[in-house]
């Protein structure tokens, strides 16, 4: 049964931000009752089995809850609410602009109206949520509302797999904005208001999301997964730079491309590119990148400036820290007030 009851529910007061991602699951775990004065509880990953999570969702529930329950367990948390992710690639977003004086029950009419139009599955079989996000630029009177929607399975596969160990899964939001969410509160507030475009560079593949004044404008999915590079660099031990050079290119290439269409399709221009994933530390292609794009080009750090708990090890979290930017902004959920 479904017990969520939207993407922007309002946070619990201990909450875990749980990333089911393709090749592995993520944990961060948060103490304290405000952002500004939290500490960092728990930060982990926890590898997947090949083919535990396909293209189209998860293909194997056995091994997935097998993963978070040892990741669990090695946390000692005794939280039992989390915030899970929904894959951007089985989500739809929109931006709509409402009157400004429209009450709930007509957003939410404009909102399921809108919806019908642009999903490939009847409204029926989705979970729809929506929330006003700032004033239309440039019209007044308007309202701009984000609707957010997946499939019912899509979302109830991941909460099967939190309830499998007596969890309760509380938020679900789209893994771009909650990467969104932690990326940007660790960048200089000149940096955040302006345009910038965050890469999630996963094993899989890869997904480019340009993001300007806090809102994602516009998303593409790259085909640029790190699984062939790491594959090729132990078979070709003695041309491993060659090797490393040719997916540096390769990937930058993709990145500069994709990013000139969204630049092109929103007229935004974005200021920075933030790495993120467990990709963003292959070594030489924050440099890459540059070069291709002649962009200003970083990796995440989603946990800069944040007080950590006794026992977390800096140097384990300064490896994980990028990979982990999504789970961190789901936990950052519990402080929505």
Not at 115 to 132: M, S, T
């Amino acid at each position: 049964m479904l017990n969520l009851s939207s993407f922007f529910h309002r946070s619990a007061p201990s909450m875990v931000g749980l990333d089911i991602g393709r090749s592995e699951v993520r944990m961060v775990e948060f103490s304290g009752d405000r952002a500004h004065v939290a500490q960092l509880a728990y930060c982990a990953r926890e590898a997947l089995p090949d083919g535990a999570i396909g293209e189209d969702g998860i293909d194997n529930l056995r091994q997935v809850m097998e993963a978070v329950s040892r990741l669990w367990e090695k946390s000692g948390s005794q939280t039992r609410q989390v915030a899970i992710a929904i894959p951007s690639a089985q989500a739809i977003t929109h931006i709509l602009a409402v009157p400004a004086g429209s009450s709930r029950e007509q957003q939410a009419a404009l909102a399921g109206k809108h919806a019908e139009g642009v999903l490939p599955y009847p409204l029926a079989q989705a979970l729809l949520d929506f929330r006003i996000i700032g004033p239309t630029r440039d019209t007044p009177g308007q309202l701009d509302m984000l609707i957010a929607a997946a499939h019912r399975d899509d979302v109830e596969d991941r909460i099967a797999v939190t309830e499998s160990l007596g969890l309760q899964a509380v938020v679900a939001d789209i893994e771009s904005h909650a990467a969104l969410t932690a990326v940007a509160r660790t960048l200089p507030a000149a940096q955040t208001s302006s345009t910038f475009a965050l890469v999630n560079l996963e094993t899989h593949g890869a997904l480019l999301s340009l993001c300007c004044d806090g809102c994602v404008a516009g998303e593409r999915q790259l085909a640029i997964g790190h699984r062939q590079l790491q594959g090729d660099l132990q078979q070709y031990d003695a041309d491993q730079n060659d090797v490393l050079a040719t997916y540096l290119a390769h990937a930058a290439r993709h990145i500069a491309q994709a990013l000139q269409t969204l630049r092109q399709q929103s007229s935004c221009a974005p200021a920075h590119i933030v790495l993120a994933g467990p990709g963003a530390s292959i070594p030489g292609l924050v440099e890459a990148v540059h070069r291709h794009t002649a962009v200003s080009t970083l990796v995440a750090a989603p946990f800069a400036g944040v007080a950590l708990t006794p026992g977390i090890d800096r140097g384990k979290l300064a490896v994980n820290g990028p990979a982990c930017a999504t789970a961190c902004g789901l936990a950052l959920r519990r402080f929505d007030r």
